[in-house]
């Protein structure tokens, strides 16, 4: 049987998993080694098996801050002629 869009799925589930996982309070972290093929020795998964996402998931440590990251002036990375 043929799987079509198998990477678009699971990035946008792994997209709503994170939202509702932000939402009940917890931290997470994406990772997405290359290549991944360890992860099937490492697991007892079989070859026809291809990890896309590691999602680490956890309580963020008290008093946790994410750095405010401005976004460039367009003026700065564009020019229009």
């Known amino acids: 049987m043929k799987h079509y869009y198998v990477p678009e799925s699971v990035g946008i589930a792994a997209g709503f998993l994170i939202a509702s996982l932000h939402q009940a309070g917890l931290a997470t972290l994406t990772h997405t080694p290359a290549p991944m093929n360890f992860l099937n020795q490492l697991c007892g998964r079989p ?30 990375i564009a020019c229009f002629l």
């Open 47 to 76: 070859d026809n098996e291809k990890a896309l996402i590691l999602l680490v998931v956890g309580y963020p440590a008290e008093g946790c801050l994410v750095p405010a990251i401005g976004k460039k002036p367009l003026t700065e």
